[in-house]
């Protein structure tokens, strides 16, 4: 027990450096608008993974245990989860055609969808890890993610000076490493979807999806408007 609780720590400090590096050497490539847009882009993603995802993935944790053996269940789980990546477009495609963006928001917002179903696709399979007692699997899985963010973010910082492209690395980063360990039992087979299955996650899940929104949004919001209310720098 001691053993795996100390390789969970380890799993979250030595990512947690290399994330803290990867700011640093960010501030040294990019201008204080550019870093300033990256930083928008990480909290729109939060945001919008804390709408739509975290109480799937808690939810998830919940129920696994008693689960496991219902061959229902896997596939229900990647199933919502897809259904909850078309909802976010659905979202997203509202907010684009409202027109109140500004036009760089825009662009955020269609490299920020997709990355957030990265985003949200790790901290799904980060659980799966946990919820298996893979302590050595959450780890690896912790540092390729932010390793990879690490020398994705400083090559297309140094090469393009893009916060657009650093932000689509990260992302790329974070699906491979939620795909170093293949995930049994799921399919996409209309058949194996059980609403009794989503009903329960749903009961467990929106209220802690409520709390989990309004910490992200006490997170995100000073980003935003410390861009309305001065700029991005």
């Keep these: 027990m001691l053993r795996e609780s100390l390789v969970y720590i380890v799993g979250r400090a030595v990512p947690s450096v290399i994330a803290f590096g990867t700011g640093i050497a960010l501030t040294w490539l990019l201008t204080p608008s550019e870093y300033g847009t990256y930083g928008l882009g990480i909290a729109l993603v939060i945001l919008v993974s804390a709408i739509f995802f975290d109480w799937h993935a808690l939810s998830f944790m919940r129920f696994y245990q008693s689960n496991a053996g219902n061959r229902h269940f896997m596939p229900t789980i990647l199933q919502s989860f897809l259904l909850l ?5 659905v979202l997203a495609l509202v907010a684009y055609g409202s027109g109140l963006l500004p036009p760089d928001y825009r662009a955020l917002l269609w490299i920020c969808v997709p990355g957030c179903w990265c985003y949200a696709w790790f901290e799904l399979s980060a659980r799966m890890e946990v919820a298996r007692f893979q302590p050595t699997h959450y780890f690896w899985m912790n540092l390729a993610r932010n390793g990879g963010i690490l020398v994705f973010a400083i090559a297309l910082a140094w090469a393009t000076g893009s916060p657009y492209y650093v932000l689509a690395g990260n992302f790329l ?8 360990y293949r995930k049994k039992s799921f399919s996409i087979q209309p058949g194996m979807f059980d609403r009794q299955i989503v009903r329960r996650l749903w009961l ?7 709390v989990q929104i309004l910490s992200a949004f006490s997170f995100a919001a000073d980003r935003f408007l410390l861009d309305k209310l001065s700029d991005k720098a």
Excluded: R
């Design 173 to 180: 980063a974070m699906l491979g490493a939620a795909l170093i």
């Design 204 to 210: 467990f899940g929106w209220p802690v999806g409520i």
């Design 85 to 89: 990546c078309v909802a976010s477009v």
